[in-house]
C-alpha cells in the first residue's frame, strides 16, 4: 500500500489543522493505521492509532483529548485532526500502515511495514 500524508502547515499556538493520509495500491480497510511524529535528533514519536475496525483507537499521553484519529474507509483515508496546537507540536507528521499489529505494539514506530512521507507542522505565532 502507498501512503501519502498531507495537510500539514504554518499555524498559530491555539490554532488547528487536519491532516489527511490518502492510500493506493490496497483497501486501507486491511489494515491497523498510525500517526507518528519526528523532529530533529529525535526518535519517532507515536501520537495516535486506530485499528481496522475504527473501533478502537489509541493515543499518546501528551494528546490530552487535543487530536482526533479517524478513517474513512470508503474514500482510503485516515485522518488527524489537531486541535489547541502548542509550538512543542511542531514536528513532520507521518502516517503508517500495518495489516497485523497486535495491540502491544500498536505504539511502536518499527511495528509498522508501510509510511507515508510525512507533513511538516509548524505551530508558531
Known amino acids: 500500500v502507498q501512503l501519502q500524508a498531507f495537510g500539514g502547515g504554518l499555524v498559530q499556538p491555539g490554532g488547528s489543522l487536519r491532516l489527511s493520509c490518502a492510500a493506493s495500491?490496497?483497501?486501507?480497510?486491511?489494515?491497523?493505521l498510525g500517526w507518528f511524529r519526528q523532529t530533529p535528533g529525535k526518535e519517532r514519536e507515536f501520537a495516535a492509532a486506530i485499528r481496522r475496525s475504527g473501533s478502537n483507537t489509541y493515543y499518546a499521553d501528551f494528546v490530552k483529548g487535543r487530536f482526533t484519529i479517524s478513517r474513512d474507509n470508503a474514500k482510503n483515508t485516515v485522518y488527524l485532526r489537531l486541535n489547541s496546537l502548542k509550538p512543542e507540536d511542531t514536528a513532520v507528521y507521518y502516517c503508517?500502515?500495518?495489516?497485523?499489529?497486535?495491540?502491544?505494539?500498536?505504539?511502536?514506530?518499527?511495528?509498522?511495514?508501510?509510511w507515508g512521507q510525512g507533513t511538516l507542522v509548524t505551530v508558531s505565532s
Open positions: 503508517a500502515a500495518d495489516p497485523s499489529l497486535i495491540l502491544s505494539t500498536i505504539r511502536t514506530w518499527t511495528a509498522y511495514d508501510y
Open positions: 495500491g490496497r483497501t486501507l480497510s486491511n489494515y491497523n
